[in-house]
């Protein structure tokens, strides 16, 4: 009997997932499938569920924080971020929330870092993002949201001036701003400012080369997608579901 794991998600066509677990199943010979589970509601995941075959979940827009209620047990590291991306159903049906978000964008990221970057934007307040400060935490890495609509302890667009630029030299995209295929947008971030000091990360991987990044790169800094990233939560996540 084949093993199936699979995406939820709402407008997940695009998934990386699908495409990444499928060849890996097929390179590595294992008998296992992998589907996605576009769902309009998260209630819906009750479906999905009682096909008992199903022994692990990735979770995407717009559900990372929404599958909380959902679940019998979250794993510590997931309780402190507030956001689910990977679940592990076992034999009596109990569905356990993780994030492996966090592990493959701090080890995606390490490479680019030096010494001197201690502060970050991060741009966005979705399900990603949280993931992301807990991993700037955990690199002792001061963060500070950047919203359009910013609540306490946030910085609004508009706040982002020269000063504020040079002082975090780490910028992240957590928008969907830029992605395919709306590849013409991006963050509404002063980049006159931004120096060859700077990296931009971008959690877009398609395109390959946001706008963001581009606009970073034309002005000497170091860029980088969210495709690493994503390959090392993928991988993390089947260490989850196999462990």
Known sequence: MKKAYGLLGRNIGYSFS????TDKFEKEKLNCEYDNFDLEHIDNIKEVIKDQQVLGLNVTIPYKEEIIAHLDELDPIAKEIGAVNVIKIDHTQKLTGYNSDYFGFTESLKPLLNKSIKKALILGTGGASKAIAYALQQLQIESVFVSRNP????????DLDEDIMHSYPLLINCTPLGTHPNIHNYPNIPYEYISKNHVLYDLIYNPSETTFMKKGKENGAIVSNGLQMLTLQAEKAWEIWNS
């Not at 699908?18 to 677990?21: D, I, P």
């Not at 609540?151 to 508009?158: A, G, H, K, P, T």
């Open 18 to 21: 699908k495409g990444y677990f």
């Open 151 to 158: 609540d306490f302890n946030e910085l609004s667009y508009n």
